[in-house]
């Protein structure tokens, strides 16, 4: 039974390349916080001493639990979803701060600037801004420019391999349909 027999088949092979990138993204994250655990954690000590994250940290649970108790004067089947909405909300703050502190920690690297290649991105806000480097990687102008100028290494921003999502969620596709039934 395949209740997606009239979406085309480029949206279910978008639909899965989102769902299997996110999960891919979130478990590849898990690996790099364990890879590299010692600097997740001197980062993540680093993040929580934030005021900003100590008053969501304690904010979140509080709107959250107090959104319950609201809704425990509500019909059962909106109360579901609402429980729902906001358990999912309330998860993916968490999921926020932890995925932030995974790319502050484990994604930003400094590499030698006779190491960088055309297309990798830059994650010095000042050097991005002085030599007007886009958000979609340096080019070999830009990369010749910053040695010409003496700099010698540089802040790099490390990105996913996310070539087996797309394999897989097309592999699905074919099999299965979309995984969300619409």
């Known amino acids: 039974f395949n209740a997606n027999i009239n979406l085309p088949f480029l949206l279910i092979i978008f639909i899965n390349i989102m769902l299997f990138g996110a999960l891919y993204g979130v478990l590849y994250s898990f690996y790099l916080a364990i890879k590299n655990k010692k600097l997740f954690l001197r980062k993540m000590l680093t993040i929580f001493k934030s ?18 108790l609201i809704l425990s004067r509500i019909d059962f089947e909106l109360k579901i979803i609402l429980y729902a909405i906001l358990t999912l909300l309330f998860l993916l703050t968490f999921l926020f701060i932890f995925l932030k502190i995974v790319e502050l920690s484990c994604m930003i690297k400094r590499k030698s600037i006779k190491e960088v290649t055309e297309g990798e991105w830059i994650a010095d806000d000042k050097i991005k801004k002085k030599y007007k480097i886009s958000d979609l990687g340096i080019n070999s102008e830009q990369i010749r420019l910053l040695k010409q100028e003496g700099i010698n290494n540089i802040l790099i921003k490390e990105g996913m391999p996310f070539t087996p999502t ?15 039934p619409i």
Do not use: T
């Open 166 to 180: 797309f394999l897989i969620a097309v592999i699905i596709s074919m099999i299965v349909g979309s995984l969300i």
């Open 51 to 68: 005021r900003k994250i100590k008053l969501l940290i304690i904010l979140i649970p509080i709107i959250y639990f107090i959104s319950i």
